[in-house]
């Protein structure tokens, strides 16, 4: 099977979680999964221009599938909000042709390459746990993370509506929960790992964001858990950056280290924690993993 991908990291990746992208990158060149890069692609537009553009937001998706198109590879990306927005305009193009022609007639309108439905989306976590021999995995450990309590931080926007995806979705889904126990870890049980993070309140409902992270956070400590794990770019900006808001405003002591699951990867596959960017995150994970000897 080949690992090359057309990849796409999303904005949140190119800006402000830009560790997100140095650990993808970093634990791909270990893994011997190549990702091309995109330069042509745009923003995906996400939720919010689904809700009050459709018809824009197909075909700025549209464009964006047929760069990966052109290339002759499937697209992946690290961000869940990326991933639902590509994947529901792929599912809806390659399953109603008529709005496909609509579309391809938008494109073609702006000079751009006609999408003919041929390609996947794929999120990297899917791409390490389901096409990435498990062997040769394990056999890249060099840290194993013995016995450490990580809570998985799934979010909501890789899980539903299941029937976009392009691997396990919804309640079954179980990757990062493989991931941690390949790696030698201890995947936390607990209420909330498949909520959503808070990031399209942020902005708007500073209160609730608060709570949200807060419940979520505490859920995961209750439940033995001394590090966090997302597979989401805007995941990591809440559940880390808001974390120490959400301890100010509710009068909390939360301190959950939280790091993208590249990152947690990219440690115990040995890689510097400078090519990972450890030392951007909010509340510093060095305790744990030194506990450990993953650090």
């Keep these: 099977m080949s690992l090359q991908f057309a990849y796409y990291p999303g904005c949140a990746a190119k800006q402000i979680q830009r560790e997100a992208d140095w650990a993808a990158q970093a634990v ?37 599938l047929s ?22 305009a792929n599912y809806r ?18 000079g751009v390459r006609p999408y003919k439905a041929t390609i996947k989306v794929y999120h990297l976590l899917w791409v390490i746990t389901d096409q990435v021999d ?3 995995l394990r056999s890249k450990v060099k840290k194993p993370l013995k016995d450490l309590q990580v ?7 890789n899980l539903r509506p299941e029937e976009i995806y392009e691997s396990k979705a919804g309640e079954s889904a179980d990757h990062l929960d493989r991931l941690i126990t390949l790696l030698g870890g201890q995947p936390v049980s607990y209420r909330g790992k498949d909520r959503c993070c808070g ?15 807060a419940i979520n956070c505490q859920n995961a400590k209750k439940a033995g858990a001394q590090i ?4 989401c770019t805007l995941c990591d900006m809440v559940m880390g950056s808001v974390q120490g808001m959400a301890e100010k405003s509710l009068g909390l002591s939360i301190q959950l280290p939280e790091m993208n699951f590249a990152q947690l990867l990219g440690l115990a596959l040995g890689i510097d924690e400078k090519r990972l960017g450890i030392s951007r995150l909010h509340v510093d994970p060095k305790p744990a993993l030194q506990a450990k000897g993953v650090m």
């Design 151 to 157: 809570a998985p931080f799934y979010g909501c926007h």
């Design 93 to 110: 193009l390659t399953n109603e042709p008529e709005l496909l022609e609509k579309i391809n007639g938008v494109l073609q309108a702006s």
């Design 199 to 213: 990031f399209h309140v942020m902005l708007s409902d500073k209160t609730e964001v608060h709570n949200m992270v």
């Design 28 to 64: 791909c060149q270990e893994l011997g999964i190549t990702l091309h890069p995109m330069p042509r692609a745009s923003c995906c537009g996400a939720v919010s221009l689904r809700e009050t553009k459709p018809a824009f937001s197909l075909a700025v998706a549209a464009r964006i």
């Design 67 to 88: 760069e990966a198109e052109a290339m002759g590879k499937n697209l992946l990306t690290i961000c869940n909000t990326c991933l639902q927005t590509l994947s529901h």
């Design 134 to 136: 498990a062997n040769l």
């Design 228 to 231: 966090m794990v997302t597979p």
